[in-house]
């Protein structure tokens, strides 16, 4: 199986500018996440979507968005970067939770985001 | 709020010693724990889970819900184990540590 893909690697945006990050998860797996890493903050989890569903969001400011679509592809969004935004952004795919069973994430190679 | 620590921020041992990287956790309830690892130029993956129970890779790791504990054990350490550990906490929003780096020297 293909594993998750994140597009685009890299991406240098300018403050006030926004920005969009595309995740193709693991064919079959509906449950996708969303984390951002960074140096001082080390992995933090944004949000997760199941189903085309926001199931759970972390602690952003509501200047992070993110969507799935039906085929499980996901997007995220950050509008009106900062130079804080700068960070790897990791996307993780799953097949979810069955019978108390968490599946395992997969995760992406992520988005290197720059602002500048 | 759920937290998870990790105190060393770099771990070196020599091949053949045994290892031990440290993880600390803070939650209300039933924790699901993981050990994630990142090779050199690699992505993120699962190493194990404490449901699971086995040994992967020759890593062991128990939990111990009395000192809210889920450590990473290894006998005897290899060059190939060099890499980023992180411990997680969680089911569909993972809580991650801060990470340990493994170096094992020659």
């Known amino acids: 199986k293909a594993g998750v893909t994140q597009t685009p690697r890299y991406l240098i945006k300018t403050r006030g500018q926004q920005v969009t990050l595309s995740c193709s998860p693991i064919?079959?797996?509906?449950?996708v996440s969303w984390y951002q890493q960074t140096p001082g903050q080390g992995l933090q989890f944004l949000f997760e979507?199941?189903?085309?569903?926001?199931?759970n969001k972390g602690n952003f400011p509501g200047r992070f968005s993110g969507r799935q679509f039906s085929n499980s592809r996901s997007e995220m969004n950050v509008s009106t970067l900062e130079l804080g935004d700068s960070a790897l952004y990791l996307c993780?795919?799953?097949?979810?939770?069955?019978?108390?069973?968490?599946?395992?994430?997969?995760f992406g190679p992520g988005t290197r985001l720059t602002v500048t | 709020a759920q937290r998870v620590t990790q105190p060393e921020k770099l771990l070196s041992v020599f091949k053949g010693a045994p290892v031990e990287l440290k993880c600390n956790y803070s939650?209300?309830?039933?924790?699901?724990l993981f050990w994630y690892v990142q090779y050199s130029r690699q992505r993120l993956q699962l190493l194990l889970r404490?449901?699971s129970r086995e040994s992967i890779k020759g890593f062991t790791a128990d939990l111990n819900k009395g000192e809210t504990s889920f450590h990473l054990k290894k006998p005897f350490a290899q060059e190939e184990d060099s890499a980023m550990y992180y411990c997680?906490?969680?089911?569909?929003?993972?809580?991650f540590g801060s990470g340990t780096r493994l170096q094992v020297q020659p």
């Open positions: 993780a795919s799953s097949l979810g939770i069955a019978g108390g069973l968490t599946y395992e994430q997969y």
């Open positions: 064919s079959g797996h509906r449950s």
């Open positions: 979507y199941f189903s085309e569903t926001q199931r």
């Open positions: 939650y209300s309830g039933s924790p699901e």
């Open positions: 404490h449901i």
């Open positions: 997680a906490l969680g089911r569909r929003a993972l809580t």
